[in-house]
């Protein structure tokens, strides 16, 4: 069993910016890890993946050149580095983690993206 808590969400300005942070109750260096966001009335979307072995980011359109994962595998973390903030970016983000073939999902942080 993997626990997944996450941090940094808040209220943020159009063009501003926010660090999300996931902590992993378990390892994180052999494992596939993702950020989703999930706005109110919308299906949840992927957001960004760390794919273990080859550790290249993979990023959905609507987020490339703004958001920036990463991780510290010392510190079973992973991070979203959100940049350019835009009002539509507003959602409940939530952080995933891929163990021994079982989907394991952090409650999520809210952000809100307003002037």
């Known amino acids: 069993q993997v626990r997944l808590v996450e941090s940094g969400g808040g209220l943020a300005q159009p063009g501003g910016s926010l660090r999300l942070s996931c902590v992993s109750s378990g390892s994180i260096r052999y494992y596939d890890m993702a950020w989703y966001r999930q706005a109110p009335g919308k299906q949840r979307e992927f957001v960004a993946r760390?794919?273990?072995?080859?550790?290249?980011?993979v990023y959905a359109d609507s987020v490339r050149g703004r958001f920036t994962i990463s991780r510290d595998i010392s510190k079973r973390t992973l991070f979203l580095q959100m940049d350019n903030l835009k009002p539509e970016d507003t959602a409940v983000y939530l952080c995933y983690q891929s163990k021994d073939g079982l989907p394991y999902w952090g409650q999520g942080t809210q952000v809100t993206v307003s002037a």
């Open positions: 760390l794919i273990e072995r080859t550790e290249s980011p």
